[in-house]
């Protein structure tokens, strides 16, 4: 199996054929959350289905979430049952923390190919020096 993975500039072919560790953020990746309010939060269903597809396939799948980072509230087993409730399969839950991985899956991920912007030249651009994607 092969994941196609869109960006604004790019199409990165990921594949899936062997085990991959992959990182899922929860709020905003998983489950609807307005603001903090993780008592409200909703999964998104079609989302957690492909996730536990993965963890089927035998793929190792790792949530990550930064609850808890600024506050400094310990959310780990209230986020635990919460992943439960929606059917959510997973090897490890980490909170307030982020991890290393073959593959993340984040609302605010960006690919290295986005980051590192030429100017269609071959002069590398930094990031700061554009604003607009093409």
Known sequence: MSLNINSNMTMKNFDLSEPKIIVFDLDGTLLNVDRNYYDKATPIKHRIDMVNKLYDEGHTIIIETARG???????FFYTLEQCKKFGLKFHTLRTGVKYGADLFVDDKGMLDNDFFKDDGEGKKLEPWQYKDRD
């Open 69 to 75: 980072c600024v506050s400094g509230k310990n959310y």
